[in-house]
């Protein structure tokens, strides 16, 4: 069954507290992404990375980090640096200048 | 600079009626436009896209149409049913080039009354 996971599928973490959004895919894709989505904001590019072992920033870069050590893998670190981090996050991957295939989403809140 | 903007935020429309969402683009340099389909709790899924060599393209319901000159795209979707009450994401992005980012608009939710 192929696809993009994504897990947890609701995350809640405290103040001052890192956390790691997992991101699979075993669609063979070489791009993969992260978005951030908020009521009436649309999608916001995170970061995005379309080769192991490098990555680019998107367009709210800050407070996040991501790794990209396997092709299959993207995993987003929200950490305590990101001063509003609840939103809905969601993960997408394609093949170089394809079609973006979005995975179900995390649900992040800050207790 | 918001590159993609979206209207309306919001659109109700009883079955069988035909909704119509816009997008005006700013970047001459797009080439690709897709439209996104979202269900509540879900991840956005590819309805539609066009490229500006073509002014119009069906899909089953749905059309996209395209007007180069006035950067503008709109999605219409034909004999609207209750289940495509969604959040419909207009999108651009630039496909020839080293990387594939999309821009999206902000959004329209669609409310189809039965």
């Known amino acids: 069954d192929g696809g993009i996971t994504q897990s947890p599928k609701y995350l809640f973490r405290k103040e001052g507290q890192n956390v790691t959004l997992s991101c699979e895919q075993n669609l063979n894709h070489d791009a993969m992404y992260w978005y951030r989505q908020d009521p009436g904001q649309g999608l916001r590019l995170i970061y995005y990375?379309?080769?192991?072992?490098?990555?680019q920033k998107g367009d709210i870069a800050e407070g996040y980090s991501v790794s990209r050590e396997k092709k299959e893998s993207f995993p987003l670190t929200v950490t305590s640096a990101q001063k509003n981090p609840t939103a809905f996050y969601l993960c997408a991957s394609s093949w170089t200048s394809g079609e973006q295939f979005f995975g179900p989403g995390t649900r992040l809140t800050v207790l | 600079q918001q590159q993609v903007k979206q209207s309306p935020q919001s659109l109700i429309v009883q079955k069988g009626g035909i909704p119509i969402i816009n997008c005006a683009y700013e970047?001459?340099?797009?080439?690709?436009f897709p439209w996104y389909q979202q269900f509540p709790g879900k991840g956005p899924a590819l309805l539609i896209a066009?490229?500006?060599?073509?002014s119009e393209k069906k899909e089953g319901r749905f059309t996209i149409s395209f007007n180069k000159s006035a950067k503008q795209f709109s999605l219409h979707i034909m004999d609207s049913q209750p289940g495509d009450s969604a959040t419909y994401f207009c999108?651009?992005?630039?496909?020839?080039?080293?990387?594939?980012?999309?821009?999206f608009g902000k959004g329209t939710l669609l409310t189809v009354n039965p």
């Open positions: 970047n001459t340099a797009f080439d690709y």
């Open positions: 999108a651009a992005s630039i496909r020839g080039g080293s990387n594939y980012k999309l821009t």
């Open positions: 990375s379309q080769i192991v072992n490098d990555f």
């Open positions: 066009i490229r500006p060599d073509v």
